[in-house]
């Protein structure tokens, strides 16, 4: 649920009645327990590595070196022999931080820490109670500040032990060990440190962080919150689709990155209904197709659509095509286009605001600058041997030299290129298999014992074959493209050695989207706006590589064939991604975890057999919504139904990724992140393409505007009579070339376009075409205009951040400078109180200046205790 109360502490804090942990016996101690065997000592993170064979004296080296750093470091190491584990030949490592080291680095990384309740009205009401009060009640809110170790005494501490978090003391342990050492103290080794490198050579086999519990049933342990057991029963499951996300459960569990996911995921999901809404409704519309259907469609009779081997058609074998066209293909369509570009921007506004919102609650505010200064990624630090001196800090840094940074830019960008080029290609492939087959599926279905089949038999044709079969052929070369291409961009992405994490991300997510984009879109680009526009005439039409003849569009309109291209490849993609992700890749896990009795199977065991949630899973989570919001905003126009499909899927996505987080990934470490990241500028670019996209297709795929045109202008009753003849030329079979004249079985002359019948200027377009076109560009550019004005005046009067939070933060920072400045003021009084009563007494009873000293101490003390709340 997206609580609307500012949650600044942990329950852990908060819970002063909570009993410690007392010792437990190693033998009576619950193998779910997330301490030591003294039962004190809190487990923050756990390594394993299995029995080293003969040769692998390297890796048992480099684990004493390493483990002797750690603690070295300050952290506490107990080690679980082999004959613990269940397979006999797994060692854990538990690691557990004192106080000591979660201080010295939590003022290190600035880890923002209450210092003084909130006294700030809070008018915002809790949305729903549909959870029990251990998630529900609010926490109490607090004001915070960075963590500073020098003044313990300023902040709300009342147990060291529980001050912070469980995500936090994976974070702080996290960052000692991506920096710590594995080698003696050597210059020439200084590259040799960080336990992600000890992954990749495989001296340990896992690193991560604990569960609190078994997700189906609390702890045994009284001293566990058993947060991963409430989020499981009131979030992971399907039938809570109805309820609000436990967000702030979330963030305090996984972190605040995971946290943004799951609010956006929610938002977007949220937003998708209104769309749907609007999309069943607009789109349908009955319409009579008399001159098709009827005796004007059976004596009209078409040129072949294919070389020797195609046959002419009669018109009203096109009604059913039609019909399905025209359900969409109408002036609802219209105004739901335009409206979907107003909702694309009124969800990225108001996203803008639920994510301000977000950041002031979840203390993100000043995150950014954290983040680019004190998240270096140790790559970066290792791979990057120059130095030079930072004007800010005034110390010596590792950094890449333009050169070298340059060369890897040039290298990267014609990486990105090729693969592009190498998915151009394949799409240019897929078009010359629809024109080489579409002959051949016209030769086998002309007199295929398919036209007996009931119902379905007369919907077989030639082009219904062709756009199925090339649709499911471009949807498997789409997903063998993905595979070997996420490598190379992770590839890529590493040659150019990112500063940062963040800067990291970012790259990796404009590389990956851009590929993402060309290999998803690009058929759908191809029906929309090629196939069907340079296909010529009747006698000189225009050949693909001299031989293969251009396709042109179904009989009914390119617009169907979209509409089958988008929902094969859209629905497929979502489709195959929740088959793998919740059964194929997670079904064996789970099963194997819930068939090991408790009393065998330690909590790090269990967490062990879980899958490893990588630096990247967030971002391919991220990859798939964002694909899936181009395919409903960029080509809306031709199936407006995509906006309830997308709904229904997230709906069950939603919770298959939270069914993911808390039963098949192993507990990710928490990480901070203040929004989205790079994907916001990509939803703007696809917000701002999909206009332009949708303008075109109902211009240039649809029937709208030749239909209006004749309406209004060409008609002169305003009626659509006479429009079917209106929109077919004239030919004359005679001047078929010999090598693709068909075999003639009718007296055919008709064929769709506008040009002048044979004679004077024959076969050149007419006026009305150009009329047309005319009305059809003025289309895009009113629509455009339209659009557009409307996205800027909503976008400028919905403020980004709200006036209420705006208001908050800063009334927060004047209580912080305020606060902090009369502790410091109090903290000198006291010392300076201290340092006067240590005078002789006998000397100070003959001092006037001293009474008068002392006076002023206790006045000024006793005017801080009125106004401040001591810790």
Known sequence: MNQRVKHRVPLETTNLSKPKPSPVDKNQQSKDSVFFRDGKRRIDFVLSYTDDRAGDNKKQERRKEYEANLQKAGLELETEDKSESEDGKTYFVKIHAPWEVLATY????????????????????????????????????????????????????????????????????????????????????KDKKGIKRLLNNGTYGAAFPLHDCRYWKPAKDLNSDSERFHLYKHWARFHS???????????????????????????????????????????????????????????IVMCPLCDKKCGYWKLNSTCNSSWQSHMFDNVGTVFFAIFMGIWVTLFLEFWKRRQARLEY????????????????????????????????????????????????????????????????????????????????????????????????????????????TASCINFIIIMILNLMYERVAIWITDMEIPKTHLEYENKLTVKMFLFQFVNYYS?????????????????????????????????GGCLIELTTQLVIVMVGKQVWGNIQEAWLMNWWGSRKARNHPESLYSRWEQDHDLQNFGHLGLFYEYLEMVIQFGFITLFVASFPLAPLLALMNNIIEVRVDAWKFTTQFRRPVAAKAHSIGAWQEILNGVAVLSVVTNAFIVSFTSDMIPRLAHLYVYSGN???????NQSLSVFNISHFQEWNKPDPDENPNWYRDYRNPPGVDQYKHTMRFWHILAAKLAFIIIMEHVVFLVKFFVAWIIPDVPSEVKARIKRERYLVQEYLHNYENLTIYIHLTENILRVDIVDLNRSILWETQLLACVAVVSFSHHFVQLP
């Open 106 to 189: 939590a003022d290190v990384l600035k880890i923002k820490v209450p210092f003084k309740a909130n006294d700030i009205p809070n008018n915002r009401d809790i949305p729903m109670d549909w959870l029990p009060d251990r998630i529900m009640n609010p926490e109490p809110d607090y004001f915070t500040s960075s963590f500073n170790k020098e003044k313990i005494d300023f902040f709300l501490i009342d147990d060291k032990e529980t001050f912070f978090p469980p995500s936090v003391r994976n974070r702080i342990v996290y960052y000692i060990l991506a920096r710590c050492p594995y080698h003696k103290p050597v210059l020439e080794e």
């Open 241 to 299: 689709f109805f309820k609000e996300q436990p967000l702030n459960l979330i963030r305090k569990y996984y972190g605040e990155k995971i946290g943004i996911y799951f609010a956006w995921l929610g938002f977007y999901t949220e937003m998708l209904f209104f769309a749907a809404v609007v999309g069943v409704i607009s789109p349908f519309k009955i319409t009579s197709f008399k001159d098709i259907c009827g005796e004007i469609g059976g004596s």
């Open 361 to 468: 609650e979840w203390d993100l505010v000043d995150f950014e600058e954290e983040q680019q200064q004190l998240q270096r990624r140790p790559e970066y630090e290792t791979k990057c041997t120059a130095r030079r001196l930072n004007t800010v800090t005034q110390e010596m840094e590792p950094y890449l030299p333009v050169t070298s940074k340059c060369a890897r830019t040039f290298l990267s960008g014609a990486t990105v290129l090729f693969w592009i080029a190498l998915i151009i290609a394949c799409i240019i492939g897929v078009i010359a298999y629809r024109l080489a087959v579409y002959a051949a599926f016209a030769s086998i279905i002309k007199d295929s014992p398919t036209k007996k089949i009931e119902l379905v038999g007369s919907l077989i044709t030639p082009q219904l074959a062709t756009s199925v």
């Open 523 to 555: 058929s759908c680009f191809y029906v929309a706006f090629f196939k069907g526009k340079f296909v010529g005439y009747p006698g000189d039409y225009i050949y693909m590589f001299g031989k293969l003849r251009n396709e042109e569009c179904d009989p």
């Open 718 to 724: 305003q009626t659509m009579n006479n429009y079917i």
